[in-house]
């Protein structure tokens, strides 16, 4: 059988739906060296704000069952340094339209950096991360409120005409309520889910493991969370889903696509086995012709 | 970097918690002692960063402490059984940058990067001496492995079981050195980097995620900007470290 594993998300041909997930990608280089990532859909690069940013105190990192916590809090080196340095040297070793992830702490910080990033010809897509529960007085708390979210989604809007993708929070009441706010401002599509907010205590010091005392989980642990609110949406919004959580294989991106998603991203996997977003798309097909799938996407939201 | 699996020749308790492995695989990707492997063991999500004591063309010698239940259950493993591990990780000690007598100071489970470092600066002609310290005489490793090689090796322990009682830093009287090379704890880095007066190069431990620079889980400040321990490191020069 002839499988076709493309893809369109938002007006953008994909090869693949295989996207690294935002920040367990950095900008590129380190996989590069690994394998060529031109292999990929595309990717998410490392979370980027206005100013740069140190980040949280280690520990950042605490395992967990089949996953991980990680307290990182959106170390990055600034937009301007990432229009600068990190853009020019990805630039050799992809050659596809990126994902530009952004984040921030007021709404003025999301426009300056989305309108920063929109104005890169390489920059495909812009994920607006209102999501991130590693950082206080930003990133999550735009992303737990369907008006907060529509006031971000509406000020990016206006200064973007690149698709707009929101990435949403699953630390919420009502996803879909959400996702519809965002929809309605003029998103060009969903992203979900960011990690959950969890916490691990150490029993010799009885104190929380990581110094940000809460992390996000991550990991295959939290793909049922995920599959279960890709679907949801699926069933409240129009636009198109990029569907993430604990996706480690092949068949967790057909998973992923039957519940609504139209790419797909891999976060921590990618931590454990460097190699894994290469395995996926290498393994795509194969697992397209056991479950008898032509057109990888007809098969998206085919489990409604 | 290469992934790899890696099969188990050896695996024996050496000291109190402290078990030696020899793995059998390619061992091309490591270019400086120093650096360290990350080891995928099964029924744990992240892997196990280990650094590397020794290695030669077809073999890596590691020391590892059972602190936890992935060290545990690596403890428990046996000759002939396989390993999923990244090899050739973080930047090592660079054994070009001493003179003709470095110092070289472990603390503890930093000590296995101390052996591979003490044969390749033997091997280019270097005159290196070592300092061991450990908590008391059940922790002491290698030891005699670095008597073999021919070199001043000096023992501190912290309750004085064996040789020097104290730190590391007790054990530093009339030495004569040019460079040091450090890996363990942090309040034994520092000290010693107090009580130098020349260059030297520390070796870094922090949790990680990925342990080849990828999630920024373990970035640290330094005097020269943010570095992944992992990637950047794990080794630091003395000037940049802030403590």
């Known amino acids: 059988m002839v499988t076709n594993t493309k893809v369109t998300l938002c007006g953008i041909e994909m090869d693949n739906p295989v996207i690294p997930a935002s920040g367990t990608f950095g900008f590129g280089y380190e996989f590069a060296e690994l394998y060529d990532i031109n292999c990929l859909g595309t990717f998410s690069f490392k979370g980027t704000t206005r100013d740069p940013r140190f980040g949280n105190p280690t520990p950042r990192i605490a395992e967990c069952p089949e996953g991980m916590l990680n307290a990182v809090g959106l170390q990055n080196p600034g937009v301007d340094a990432v229009i600068a340095n990190e853009l020019p040297k990805l630039a050799k070793c992809f050659h596809k339209p990126v994902m530009a992830n952004v984040s921030g702490f007021s709404k003025e910080e999301y426009i300056e950096t989305c309108e920063k990033l929109s104005a890169i010809e390489s920059v495909g897509w812009i994920e607006v991360n209102i999501s991130c529960p590693n950082v206080h007085g930003g990133g999550m708390s735009f992303g737990t409120s369907a008006q907060a979210a529509a006031d971000v989604t509406k000020a990016v809007r206006a200064v973007t005409k690149k698709p707009l993708i929101i990435k949403l929070s699953p630390n919420v009441t009502d996803i879909a309520s959400i996702a519809k706010a965002c929809e309605a401002e003029g998103a060009d599509g969903i992203s979900l889910i960011n990690t959950l907010l969890g916490m691990r205590i150490d029993l010799r010091k009885r104190k929380p493991l990581l110094a940000n005392k809460t992390g996000g989980y991550s990991g295959p642990a939290i793909k049922p969370v995920a599959v279960r609110m890709v679907y949801q949406v699926y069933d409240a919004v129009k636009i198109p889903i990029v569907g993430m959580g604990g996706v480690s294989t092949a068949e967790d991106v057909i998973e992923m696509m039957l519940a609504g998603a139209t790419a797909v991203e891999v976060g921590a996997a990618n931590l454990v086995n460097p190699f894994a977003c290469k395995e996926i798309i290498e393994d795509l097909p194969h697992v397209m012709e056991k479950y008898n799938i032509q057109n990888l996407s007809d098969i998206i939201g085919a489990a409604h | ?243």
């Open chain 2, 1 to 243: 970097m290469t992934q790899g699996f890696y099969e188990i020749l050896s695996n024996v308790m050496i000291a109190k918690d402290i078990y030696e492995m020899v793995l059998g695989g390619d061992t091309s990707a490591i270019t400086a002692p120093g650096q360290f492997i990350n080891i995928k063991i099964a029924g744990f999500y992240l892997r196990r960063p280990i650094s590397i004591c020794d290695w030669d063309e077809k073999t890596i010698t590691i020391l590892f402490k059972t602190v936890g239940e992935g060290t545990m259950r690596l403890s428990e493993m046996k000759a002939g059984e396989k390993l999923d591990i990244l090899v050739g990780l973080g930047n090592g000690f660079n054994p070009e940058a001493c003179g003709d007598r470095p110092l070289l100071v472990g603390g503890g489970i930093g000590t296995p990067p101390m052996y591979g470092l003490c044969k390749r600066l033997l091997a280019m002609g270097k005159k290196p001496s070592v300092i061991l310290g450990f908590a008391s005489e059940c922790d002491v490793v290698y030891e005699e492995k670095f008597k073999e090689l021919g070199v001043e090796t000096r023992i501190a322990t912290v309750d004085g079981s064996r040789g020097v009682k104290g730190f590391v830093t007790h054990a530093m009287e009339g030495l004569s050195y040019d460079y040091f090379y450090a890996c363990g704890p942090i309040p034994m880095l520092h000290a010693l980097c107090d009580a130098t007066d020349t260059s030297g190069e520390v070796s870094f431990e922090e949790r990680m995620g990925c342990g080849f620079g990828a999630c920024m889980g373990c970035t640290c400040k330094t005097k020269y900007g943010n570095k992944r321990i992992c990637r950047d490191g794990p080794v630091l020069k003395k000037e940049e470290v802030i403590w």
